[in-house]
């Protein structure tokens, strides 16, 4: 059993077109994709802008309900779950996005947006300061932030420190599986480096799962195990990280690795 | 002659944490047609140094503290206003990361391309209509009669992007100023987006300074490359020379951190340390604290900023003796 299996997982949206939005136009964003998920995976997600992932990614967090299949967590449904559950549940899935800086409170020092993130799971860390504290600091060492900077706001830092930051709430709920969409794209190339190296540690060290989002082919094919590619609500080609690069079989990998830009010494 | 000559440009910001050395004594040409880069990480200066040469850079707290910038016999920086609005947006046009920095979300797009050619052609807005309907279609977009009349929400980003490209290149500018302009985009628009500038490039003769932080880019449309750090200029090279033969650490270690270069699962080279605070003044080679070549650093260079030598044929770089060769 797959630790985690999506099964013809599908997500239709409707969009009024025409002048005065008078048609109905239907939009496939996720259209029947089944896909088995190893514990401690890291699966990349490829494909062009608008193919869906986002989508996807929305449907396997429960933030979106889908138009037809499920997703299967330990061989559970997570449908068929009473509400309290599910969101029980949710800690288990934790996000992080392309844009550190949109995605946290700006207003919420480093501290309060960590130890609201620890607190999901542990509730009564907000009753002892001082364990709250080491909590905090401990986390923020797992993810090379300096605990110093633990009554900072998110603007006093640099958009890799940002990310860091993002990274380390993300952890907070203990999660077992990370979403993360696009994580390093916003980013320079040497920090990118550091992130990437921290994702790949954090999942070894602590046996995450992770669906890593990117367009870019080049770090995907460096974290990934397999890498799955995604082409207008489908998945179209599933193979080893290697493999797909070596001898991609769809049109839409071979597409996505054309457009790669190259080094060309 | 080179069409633009840059000598020893200096943009400092004037801010209550000090001075921002944020341009730092830059000095590079451009000549007719050719792509030029200016790569470097965020905050490098890549920016500051394309915008001072147009009067775009905030004053204060910016000014320009010294250089000169030779286009077609007169310096830019010594420009008046007004004289700099018949070369901004006509002589020199500009494109950006964000379609809509240039582009007005309340105007129709018919509007905002014939605006240059009456301001700077004196065409009459029929004739001037008819241009603008030929530089869409010459940028790819469907139907450009018809879609010519629309909003720029009407348009999806990838053709967004076309619209800034079409409207930057109305006027046949002899330089087009491309800063960072793919890079939020995903792979399969870049490389529409590469293609159609250079596409037109040549069909136009425009030379384009192309910034971008991300070298694989940099290797594919550039012709020559400078390789910004701290405000500097560290090194500059042809296209290939600097990708077979990189000289200056920084330039080595931005290389050695890019993914596509390494094995998989083998912990990725990271650049140790952060750059320098820009508000306070470097002495010697900007590098020195995060290189790690310079050893005890007893040999590097100090004392003012170490000199752009040409250590091969247009292959220059500044020279730190701690490490670098010439
Ligand atoms: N809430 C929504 N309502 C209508 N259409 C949507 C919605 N969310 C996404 N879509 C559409 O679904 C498709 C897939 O979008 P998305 O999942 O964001 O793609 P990706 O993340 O691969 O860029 C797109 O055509 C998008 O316009
Ligand atoms: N208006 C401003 N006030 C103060 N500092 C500025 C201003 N604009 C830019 N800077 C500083 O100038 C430096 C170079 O910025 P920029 O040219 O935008 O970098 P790049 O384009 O390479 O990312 C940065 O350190 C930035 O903080
Ligand atoms: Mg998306
Ligand atoms: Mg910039």
Redesign the interface.
Known sequence: MAYLELQDLTKHFTKRAGLFGGERQIVKAVDGVSLDIEKGEILGLVG??GCGKSTLSRLIMQLITPTAGSVVLEGERLADLPKAEIRQRRRDFQMIFQDPYSSLNPRMTIYSTLVEAIATRHPNILQDKSAAENAVSELMERVGLDPRFIRKYPHEF??GQRQRIAIARALGPEPKLVLADEPV??L???????I??LLRQLSEELGLTMIFIS?????V???ADRIAVMEKGKIVELQQ??ALFDSPSSDCAK??L???????? | MPLLEVEDLKTYFHTREGVVRAVDGVSFDVDAGETVGIVGESGSGKSVTCYSLLKLIPQPPGKIEGGRAMFDGKDLLALSESRMRAIRGKRIGLIFQDPMTSLNPYLKISTQLIEPLLLHESLSKSEALDRAIKELDAVGIPEPEKRIHSYPHEFSGGMRQRVMIAMALITRPEILIADEPTTALDVTIQRQVLDLIKTRQDELGTAVIFITHDLAVVSEVCDRVNVMYAGRFVERAPVADLFSAPRHPYTRALQRSIPAMQEKGEQLYTIPGLPPNLAQPIDGCSFAPRCEFSGDNESCHSGGQPQLVEASPEHWVQHCRGCVEV
């Open positions: 062009e802008s640099s958009g794209s916003a320079d190339v040497s920090i990118q480096s550091q990437l190296n367009h870019d082919l080049s770090v094919r460096y974290i990280a290697e597409m996505l054309d457009a790669i830009p190259q080094i060309r010494a």
